[in-house]
């Protein structure tokens, strides 16, 4: 045998057996590692440029901040001008198909800025007040529009209104919402404003529901001056299928400003009682001066604004001369 392998055999003459001794040319061979998957440098390298690039962009803390703030804006218990616009804004994105079937886009604007303000004013409560007089009001108004459209006497657009209407029918409400933001008359006129605010939706929506159900369902339309039988849309004309629908109307939204604690019950019948009062007052006013010579200013949201602030103004009123009433007695 070659050298590089030969066996020597030693015997121990301590030992009865032989031992075996191997000497060998080569180097001790060590037992090889297991084989481990490494990503190669260049995809390592791309990933951690992108993550850093996303970090740049994104920041972790700095968007779970935003998310944070974000939610606790919108479960903020006391209405801020935030909390106000990031809920207002969340609920017309999802409210959209509904806000496009009574306003146009001008209207929306409008709307959006209404909801604001009321938010901010006092709630989540007056939001839905005034959500709940939407609904009803674009409701009654696409009642029976092709028979309206016949007869010339439907809302223009389909009934969707701009913002000319929007205005008319929320200027008293922001006036009332803008006292209860800065604090005019101090904590004592508070409930005064709110008041203000629950009866001026009322009185609109009192006069919107009797115009739209009386075009559709009065049977006789009545001049409120001279109750002389007139067309059905005649200014100032007034019918008992739409004085009683528009009433009905007043008492179901003074009952939900009651039931979201805006009101009380007492406030809830002075508001009814008042909205019936102006938009007496508004039927006079447009048998007697709308579309006639020399007032031609006094348009249909001109008299809107009329109508509501009466209606603000007269539930402001008796609720103090009762209060006063009581006092004394």
């Known amino acids: 045998m070659a050298q590089s392998t030969l066996l020597l055999l030693h015997v121990n003459p301590s030992s009865s057996c032989?031992?075996?001794?191997?000497?060998?040319?080569?180097?001790?061979?060590?037992?090889?590692?297991?084989?481990?998957?490494?990503?190669?440098?260049?995809?390592?390298?791309?990933?951690?440029?992108f993550s850093s690039r996303m970090d740049r962009l994104h920041p972790p803390n700095a968007l779970q901040g935003v998310v944070s703030e974000a939610i606790g804006l919108l479960q903020s218990p006391d209405p801020t001008w935030q909390s106000a616009l990031l809920n207002n804004l969340l609920i017309f994105v999802l409210g959209s198909p509904i806000l496009v079937t009574g306003l146009s886009f001008p209207g929306i604007s409008a709307a959006f800025l209404l909801g604001t303000l009321t938010w901010r004013a006092f709630g989540p409560s007056g939001f839905l007040l005034v959500a709940s007089y939407f609904v009803i009001g674009t409701g009654v108004t696409k009642v029976k529009m092709a028979q309206k459209e016949?007869?010339?006497?439907?809302?223009?657009?389909?009934?969707?209104?701009?913002?000319?209407?929007?205005?008319?029918?929320?200027?008293?409400?922001?006036?009332?919402?803008?006292?209860?933001?800065y604090g005019i008359g101090g904590v004592e006129f508070a409930q005064l404003w709110q008041l203000g605010f629950v009866a001026s939706f009322c009185?609109?929506?009192n006069d919107t529901?009797?115009?739209?159900i009386g075009?559709?369902?009065?049977?006789?339309?009545?001049?409120?001056?001279?109750f002389k039988v007139v067309p059905r849309g005649t200014e100032g004309a007034v019918s008992l299928e739409g004085t009683?629908?528009?009433?009905?109307?007043?008492?179901?939204?003074?009952?939900?400003g009651c039931l979201m604690g805006q009101i009380n019950g007492a406030e809830a019948l002075i508001?009814?009682?008042?909205?019936?009062?102006?938009?007496?007052?508004?039927?006079?006013?447009?048998?007697?001066?709308q579309e006639k010579e020399g007032y031609q200013w006094l348009n249909n949201d001109v008299v809107n604004v009329i109508n509501i602030s009466i209606g603000s103004i007269l539930a402001v009123l008796m609720q103090q001369a009762l209060l006063l009433n009581w006092q004394t007695s």
């Open 215 to 226: 075009k559709a369902y009065g049977k006789t339309t009545y001049l409120v001056t001279t």
């Open 203 to 205: 009185t609109k929506l």
């Open 150 to 181: 016949a007869q010339g006497v439907a809302e223009k657009r389909k009934g969707r209104r701009g913002p000319g209407s929007v205005i008319g029918s929320s200027a008293a409400a922001c006036v009332c919402a803008l006292m209860s933001i």
């Open 209 to 212: 529901v009797s115009s739209e």
């Open 18 to 49: 032989p031992s075996i001794s191997r000497h060998s040319q080569f180097p001790k061979l060590s037992p090889k590692p297991a084989k481990s998957f490494s990503v190669p440098r260049s995809l390592t390298a791309r990933k951690q440029r």
């Open 271 to 289: 508001c009814v009682v008042a909205s019936q009062i102006a938009n007496f007052g508004e039927s006079i006013i447009g048998a007697v001066f």
């Open 244 to 256: 009683l629908a528009g009433f009905l109307a007043s008492v179901v939204l003074a009952l939900i």
